[in-house]
């Protein structure tokens, strides 16, 4: 059974609490409930992390190098800041879909730029929490091309 790294950065446990009128009203719990129930469906194994420190996410990064087949990664406040994780992605050589809850180019001008887009095989933006899906999903099709 493949495995997915699904990596949500900072304040992101304010889901459904934090500017619902932007975000929704889905929780960090319903989230990782979603992405358990697609990866059930697409026989993934999924372990699930949500942190608001930087070098916690790029240490997560780089166990997905040997733990994990694939990363899912919604980057939050991060996006268009970490070098750090930039690096540990290019590091871990694993497939990556990138995902926002928001369409950030829709956003204040600072958050269009994403390094993690430099690398991701994918980004879903824009779809609220079914981006996860289609990110889990698209990532069991390249893994089984792989």
């Known amino acids: 059974m493949k495995k997915i790294m699904v990596l949500n950065g900072p304040n992101l446990n304010l889901l459904g609490l934090r500017e619902p009128q932007l975000y929704g009203t889905d929780t960090i719990d319903d989230v990782e409930r979603l992405c358990i129930s697609i990866a059930a469906q697409l026989e993934l194994e999924i372990e699930f992390h949500q942190s608001n420190h930087e070098g916690v996410i790029v240490d997560l990064i780089q166990k997905a190098r040997t733990d ?31 995902v926002h809850l928001t369409n950030i180019h829709r956003r ?30 698209r990532l069991a099709t390249i893994l089984t091309a792989g």
């Open 68 to 98: 994990a087949d694939g990363i899912v990664l919604n980057p939050a406040g991060f996006t268009s800041v970490s070098i750090a994780i930039l690096d540990a992605l290019l590091a871990a050589e694993r497939p990556v879909i990138e």
């Open 108 to 137: 204040e001008e600072f958050r269009h730029e994403s390094f993690v887009s430099k690398v991701a095989d994918a980004v879903f933006m824009g779809a609220g929490i079914q981006g996860y899906e289609f990110a889990l999903r």
